[in-house]
């Protein structure tokens, strides 16, 4: 008798442990209508950089983050409330009044970029 209630015991342990990894695996791959996207801006230049302009949307939404004070080699990570492929601005205002955009983001697929900043532009990269 008592072997069969350990038995059993086992069982609904095993059972429950099937249930939660199967929906902890739904839960990880549902399609959130505002699943983030991350960018990660690196500072490749020689200078601080007074501020970094990201803007993106779509036609319900507008946002606009302002990154300052971006510190030579310094790597920032951002999490955008954007979908995957829609792409996004980025500007870049230096301390001497120039200033470079480009428009990154549109590689569908993928929810994390690198920004690389150096002296001449600025280059995107899709990673994941």
């Not at 939404?61 to 030579?72: F, P």
């Not at 920032?76 to 009044?97: E, K, T």
Request: charged fraction near 20%; aromatic fraction near 10%; hydrophobic fraction near 40%.
């Amino acid at each position: 008798m008592k072997s069969l209630t350990s038995r059993y015991f086992i069982i609904i342990v095993l059972g429950l442990m099937l249930m939660s990894v199967l929906a902890t695996k739904y839960w990880l791959e549902r399609d959130y209508p505002s699943q983030p996207i991350f960018i990660e801006l690196v500072n490749a230049t020689d200078k601080v950089i007074p501020s970094v302009i990201i803007e993106f949307g779509n036609d319900q939404l507008q946002e606009k983050i302002t990154n300052v004070q971006l510190r030579v080699g310094e790597k920032r990570i951002l999490a955008l409330n954007h979908h995957s492929g829609l792409g996004f601005n980025v500007q870049v205002n230096y301390a001497d009044g120039e200033m470079t955009e480009i428009c990154g983001g549109k590689s569908a697929g993928y929810r994390f970029y690198r920004e690389t900043i150096i002296d001449t532009g600025i280059y995107t990269t899709p990673i994941r």
